[in-house]
Each structure stands twice: as structure tokens, then as C-alpha cells.
């Protein structure tokens, strides 16, 4: 099984996004055109690892990744305080994937040292770009 850990803030979006949801930055529709239509041909499963999977009380943000089209098996666990690595290090330990790779706007120091070849690293202010989809086949292909 090959895995895309997803991040939604500076990856579905960016600083320029125009769409809202409950008063925050929303889904930016042309992110998620880019993301929809490369990930349709593709086999691989997504683990939510963006804190849009947490409970909040302005909104449901998972039924607005759902009514958008977005998909996943799983959420890493959250693990407060603790980082996104080891909440990625957790969910590889229970769904033991042949293969996956981190899709995340922060930097490699909020991981763990041996994730770091598997992240691949988008910007707030553009978010996905095309030029970063070959390098994820290319992690989930090469591992």
C-alpha cells in the first residue's frame, strides 16, 4: 500500500485562495482541480494529516474536504504538543505502508529525521504546484 500523508493549508491552498469555509481560508478550487486530476489515476491511498481533521467548533472541516471530493482511509492520531512527525511515525507503525510520502507545507525540521527523503515540501503562499506531483510518484515508485 503506498500512502500520501495530506496536508490541506498551504497545499488545497495558499495565500492567494479566495474561497472561505466558516470565516477561514477554504479549499482553493484550482489546488484542488491540480490535486483531483493527478490523484485520479493514481492508487494510492491518503491518511489526513492536517489539522483540518481535528474537531473544531467552527465548523466541520472534514465534511467540507468530503463535499469537495476528498477522500481518505484514515487520520494520523493527534498527538498535541507532541509534532506532525511523530503523529506520521504512529500512523506508519498501525497502516505499516510499503510506501508513502509526506505532502506538507512545513519544513523538514517538524519531522522526524529518517521522514525527511519522504516529504515533499509545498509553499503557504503558493501551495501545490505541478512540478511537485512527479516527485511524489517518484518517492512512492522509488522507495
Known amino acids: 500500500m503506498e500512502i500520501i500523508f495530506l ?25 484542488l482541480k491540480l490535486f483531483k486530476d493527478w490523484y ?24 467540507h474536504l468530503n463535499d469537495n471530493g476528498l477522500f481518505w482511509i484514515d487520520e494520523t492520531p493527534y498527538l498535541k504538543g507532541i509534532g506532525r512527525g511523530h503523529e ?7 497502516h505499516k505502508p510499503e510506501k508513502y510520502v509526506i505532502l506538507d507545507d512545513m519544513g523538514p525540521s517538524e519531522f522526524l529525521k ?7 515540501q509545498t509553499s503557504s503562499i503558493r ?17
Open 127 to 143: 501551495g501545490l504546484e505541478a512540478k511537485k506531483l512527479p516527485l511524489i510518484d517518484k518517492i512512492l515508485v522509488s522507495l
Open 40 to 63: 485520479s489515476s493514481k492508487d494510492y491511498q491518503i491518511i489526513l494529516s492536517s489539522s483540518w481533521r481535528i474537531p473544531s467548533a467552527h465548523g466541520d472541516f472534514k465534511q
Open 114 to 120: 529518517h521522514q525527511r527523503p519522504f516529504l515533499v
Open 7 to 31: 496536508d490541506i493549508d498551504g497545499v488545497l491552498n495558499n495565500s492567494f485562495t479566495k474561497e472561505k469555509f466558516c470565516g477561514f481560508t477554504g479549499i482553493d478550487k484550482r489546488l
Open 88 to 94: 506520521v511515525e504512529a500512523s506508519v507503525k498501525i
